[in-house]
């Protein structure tokens, strides 16, 4: 089945930093999405992006399919930014899989 | 509107007894979803549904089974309950395959 990375699994940023996470992708897909999951458990879907570019906010994605990977963007982060961040694909009907998540520490 | 809503939010049971939890959507949703997750991993799919009276086996399906009697409900029932099955459950709806999930709130299980 399609495998999911994400790199990095852990990182710290001082509040008001930038960052960029990625999501690598072992097969083509059809649906890509990327989730917060805050420090209470809540999950929370940030981007639904197959392809292209998104932006919300201080949030942007890019997913280049044709090269198997996407990027988060997270400008001026504050301290409700931290939790663990989750990529999830669909590989053209086969089951929707999770990357293992990169955990975001915001300090003040 | 609730959204996704699960219960009960929390449970604990003795190895071999036997639950079921309920998940609800108000979106009119045709495809939900049934997760587990695991401390820090993310989530695998138990089973899935893609319309009222259908279900379908997800990555991890040994152990449970599900029913949608009602297109608003997707139930996942542990018939003889495990310590491996220990975890947080979370269910999700989506309009299509292709579209936005929306999860709820999660179902946190111990069995002991």
């Known amino acids: 089945g399609i495998q999911v990375e994400q790199s990095p699994p852990d990182l710290i940023l001082q509040e008001g930093a930038n960052s960029t996470l990625r999501c690598n992708f072992s097969?083509?897909?059809?649906?890509l999405q990327w989730f917060h999951q805050n420090p209470w458990g809540q999950l929370i879907n940030l981007f639904y992006?197959?392809?292209g570019t998104k932006q919300n906010g201080r949030l942007s994605a890019t997913t280049v399919a044709t090269e198997r990977y996407s990027l988060l963007y997270i400008s001026s982060s504050q301290t409700t930014d931290s939790g663990v961040y989750f990529c999830a694909v669909d590989n053209y009907g086969q089951n929707f899989v999770f990357g293992p998540g990169t955990r975001l520490s915001v300090l003040p | 509107n609730a959204g996704v809503t699960q219960t009960p939010k929390f449970r604990v049971l003795k190895t071999g007894q036997s639950m079921t939890l309920l998940c609800a959507q108000d979106?009119?949703?045709?495809?939900m979803y049934w997760y587990r997750q695991d401390p820090g991993m993310g989530l695998r799919l138990i089973h899935y549904?893609?319309?009222?009276?259908?279900?379908a086996k997800g990555e991890v399906p040994d152990g449970y089974n599900v029913s949608r009697l009602k297109k608003q409900n997707f139930l996942l029932g542990l018939e003889s309950a495990a310590p491996s099955q220990t975890s947080v459950y979370f269910c999700a709806s989506t309009k299509a395959r292709a579209a936005t999930q929306y999860f709820g709130p999660g179902t946190r299980l111990l069995v002991l």
């Open positions: 549904s893609v319309g009222e009276g259908t279900t």
């Open positions: 097969d083509s897909v059809n649906n």
């Open positions: 979106m009119n949703h045709e495809y």
């Open positions: 992006i197959p392809s």
